[in-house]
């Protein structure tokens, strides 16, 4: 209610606007303020919030994949909490496309170019990290 008082008192004491100009702002004003009041019912009554941040589980199919490749061997790392406790560790994260044991792979963590270990990784995995505490970056 508050806010709807300061966009009243701010749109009639503008000094060089026309009729036009603030019927534009109060419209502006009332559907800003509906949605706000929309959300802040939903909050009152316990309604869950759609969370931004756990889009991913429903955009990217499939479950989240990780695989460790040391030279030409790869196996699949079927602990994912540990898989990227690890492959948080790595300093690089790159994008990579390949199929791993029927699963595509779209990310490659490692620490060199030369004999190391590397975590490959699938979009959905990828994002799960990333969501961790300390996500990979």
Not at 31 to 47: A, H
Not at 62 to 88: I, S
Request: hydrophobic share 40%.
């Amino acid at each position: 209610m508050g806010l709807y008082i300061f966009f009243v008192c701010f749109s009639s004491n503008m000094v060089n606007s026309g009729e036009k100009r603030n019927e534009k702002v109060f419209i502006i004003a009332n559907i800003t303020l509906g949605v706000i009041s929309f959300l802040l019912l939903l909050q009152l009554f316990g309604v869950p919030k759609l969370v931004a941040g756990k889009a991913y589980e429903v955009i990217i199919p499939g479950e989240p994949f990780c695989a460790v490749q040391w030279g030409e061997e790869k196996t699949v790392f079927n602990d994912m909490d540990h898989c990227c406790l690890y492959a948080r560790t790595q300093v690089n994260c790159e994008r990579r496309s390949e199929v791993v044991s029927g699963a595509d792979v779209q990310w490659d963590c490692y620490t060199g170019k030369a004999k190391v270990v590397h975590y490959l990784l699938n979009q959905k995995g990828y994002r799960y990290c990333q969501r961790l505490p300390i996500g990979v970056d």
